[in-house]
């Protein structure tokens, strides 16, 4: 059987994944078909003796592992947003022969030994700037890969690498389902004063909907957060931190979901991969395709970063312990007391509630709203698109210049059982050149806010937090990555290629514009009276905008400095290690620690189940290049009168948008700026400038 005659809705790629046709059923039998016909792809490269060029190698081999990669993606996808047992137990059966056969190809010493000759050829120079950094990306990929390592070495590289793939879905699989797992019922509405009505109207459907009376509270954001944020009765703050927070661990619920044991052992396969390759840790390997060059530079800017902060986070926790105390009552401040004591403060000191600016942001307005920030900053147009989509709630959109398409997106926004929490992006297919032309890239753009909730059969639009908001802002500016690109060859297309410490400087430098009147203005219409926001309440947001700044610059530090210390400093050796290591950085760096009986990292799906390990500190490396970035904006801003500059947004489109990972993000950055990054920008939209 062939691609062409093949009836599984998997292997259609004529046009979009065929959501409303793909069943469990059909993906080992497209699986079994891709891997033979990718198989076959490579023994015929192998075997070629003509003189290697890019049509005669580089191009068949990516035609065959682009489909794959494309089929794989969809499962993947569909196995985070609707995960049922039946699409777990294929995912999980077929994850294993999908990463020997990329293992295989990476450990391959004849395609290896090909893209050496490429790029020793005499004409190396005179192909595109896209092509040689493909080339030359191919090449460190295949040491990473272990092509260089004996066979016996060979063999163990490629068992961790299964082995390691198995665990990380195990990881975020025991999240998942401790997460599904857990409902707080409380029948006593008294018991809920401070939550906003809209809360407990969705608690109330929750509760409905399990046909049990009174209201239903779960570990999906939008229902324990507003618990934290808004809940007088401290006991229930209390409880479902303490769930939050033990989830997937020793202390939660069930015994197999615990994910000490696989953080053990992720730990372990990442140093033994590391002393495989050569390297002393972890750290080092990951850092190898990053801007960052050693883990000590890396250290070194945390570190910086954190002293920058301290004293303002002091003084964050310090205002925070005293308010509580003399206007809660609360003289012993725990982790569960400042999240709704930090809401108190804000409320006083700037005269406003979350809540408040929340009726201002219904789901219609803040989509419209970002798109017409895109539309004027890039000149495209966005409009809706029909496709198959996995749920009824989900979206579909297109991105057109000049009438022209030039990608789509699917817009998921609402939390569900059986979808992973979170926000990301992810692609669906890249922009690349084909025989039949430009294929045009497609993206999942994947959230977790509150549903619209249905008030006596009345469905109300949904509510977003200004937070949300940016969330929003953020995953588009990923999805801009991806759909704006202009490079045709697939590896450095988009995303695809960027170092991971450069990916989120057009994420983080959307956010910018959830701050801006002239955006906030066309994004807003009260709940209930259709007003938009006032400049009153607007002015009062900006004054408290980096309200407690400090202390959240210094958990990002603390996150980010766990991770390097795990990868880099640590040798695996159980459960305690791992805590200990949590437990310096904090000492070093936070100003205030969890509970004992905390287990953040047991849940940390980013470095144990993405692709963050050793890497987490590129949110903050990234903050540094967006704020910067944003620089511009705020500098065209003073002669154009608005930061939504289309000549400045064409030179951000031009100089990082568009040329995806071609080159280094740090010649992109430099092409756009002008000069080298600074941190100045950030310190001071942080508010930590002195």
Not at 216 to 223: A, E, R, Y
């Amino acid at each position: 059987m062939t691609l062409a005659n093949s009836p599984s809705p998997l292997l259609d790629f004529s046009y979009l994944p065929r959501f409303d046709a793909i069943r469990p059923e059909h993906v080992t039998p497209a699986i079994e078909l891709l891997l033979e016909q990718n198989r076959a792809v490579v023994a015929q490269l192998e075997q070629s003796t003509e003189p290697v060029s890019w049509e005669n190698f580089v191009q068949p081999l990516e035609d065959a592992t682009e489909h794959l990669g494309r089929v794989w993606s969809i499962i993947g996808h569909l196995n985070a947003v609707v995960d049922t047992p039946e699409l777990r137990a294929v995912y999980n059966e077929n994850q294993p022969v999908i990463t020997e056969f990329w293992t295989e190809l990476g450990q391959n010493l004849a395609l290896f030994d090909k893209y050496k000759a490429l790029r020793a050829a005499g004409n190396f120079d005179q192909l595109s700037p896209a092509r040689q950094t493909i080339i030359n990306n191919a090449i460190r990929d295949f040491r990473l890969s272990g092509a260089e390592l004996a066979d016996d070495k060979k063999q163990r590289y490629a068992e961790i690498q299964e082995k390691h793939a198995a665990l990380s879905t195990k990881f975020s699989e025991n999240v998942l389902d401790a997460t599904n797992a857990y409902g707080l019922f409380v029948e006593d509405v008294s018991e809920l004063a401070g939550l906003p009505e809209d809360v407990l109207q969705a608690a109330k459907n929750a509760a409905e909907k399990d046909e049990k009376p009174g209201y239903k509270f779960t570990l999906h954001f939008p229902s324990y957060f507003p618990v934290l944020q808004y809940a007088e009765n401290r006991a229930l703050r209390e409880s479902i931190y303490r769930a939050n927070a033990t989830k997937a661990s020793e202390l939660g619920a069930k015994p197999e979901w615990d994910n000490t044991s696989i953080i053990n052992e992720l730990l372990e396969l990442r140093k033994e991969e590391a002393v495989l390759l050569g390297y002393k840790n972890y750290a080092e390997v990951s850092l190898v395709a990053k801007m960052a060059e050693t883990p000590a530079q890396v250290s070194e800017f945390l570190l910086d970063l954190a002293q920058r902060g301290r004293s303002f986070a002091e003084k964050d926790l310090a205002e925070l312990r005293s308010f509580a105390r003399d206007n809660l009552g609360i003289d012993d401040l725990q982790a569960w007391d400042t999240t709704y004591a930090s809401e108190k403060l804000r409320e006083q000191r700037y005269a406003f509630s979350e809540q408040e600016v929340k009726l201002y942001f219904p789901e219609h307005k803040v989509v419209d709203g970002l798109f017409r920030v895109i539309q004027t900053l890039f000149a495209v147009d966005i409009k809706l698109d029909s496709a198959a989509c996995w749920h009824p709630d989900v979206k579909f959109y297109r991105l057109e210049k000049d009438g022209q398409l030039i990608g789509q997106f699917y817009l998921d926004l609402y939390a569900r059982d059986g979808k992973r929490g979170g926000a990301w992006m992810d692609d669906a297919r890249g922009r690349r050149r084909t025989s039949n032309g430009i294929q045009t890239p497609v993206a999942y753009l994947t959230c977790n806010f509150s549903e619209p909730v249905s008030v006596d059969g009345i469905k109300k639009p949904a509510l977003f937090t200004h937070d949300e908001v940016i969330t929003l802002f953020h995953e588009f500016g990923h999805g801009l990555h991806h759909l704006l690109t202009k490079v045709e060859d697939l590896s450095v297309s988009g995303i695809s290629g960027v170092e991971w410490d450069a990916v989120e400087l057009p994420s983080q430098f959307m956010e910018n514009f959830c701050w801006e009147w002239d955006v906030l203005q066309h994004m807003t219409a009260h709940a209930d009276t259709g007003a938009a926001l006032p400049r009153a309440l607007f002015d009062k947001m900006i004054a408290a905008k980096n309200f407690q700044s400090g202390m959240q610059t210094l958990r990002q530090v603390e996150f980010s400095l766990f991770d390097l210390r795990l990868h880099n400093d640590a040798h695996p050796g159980g459960a305690h290690l791992v805590q200990d290591i949590l437990n310096t950085v904090r000492e070093q760096v936070s100003v205030f620690n969890p509970p004992e009986f905390n287990r953040f990292q047991h849940s940390f799906g980013h470095i144990f189940a993405g692709g963050y390990a050793a890497g987490y500190f590129s949110y903050k490396w990234a903050e540094v290049l967006s704020a910067d970035a944003y620089g511009a904006f705020e500098e065209a801003a003073k002669i154009e009168g608005s930061t939504l500059s289309r000549s400045a947004g064409k030179k951000f489109q031009d100089e990082v948008l568009e040329v995806g990972g071609s080159r280094p993000a740090i010649a992109s950055f430099r092409a756009f700026r002008g000069r080298a990054p600074s941190i100045d920008a950030l310190l001071r939209h942080s508010g930590m400038s002195n």
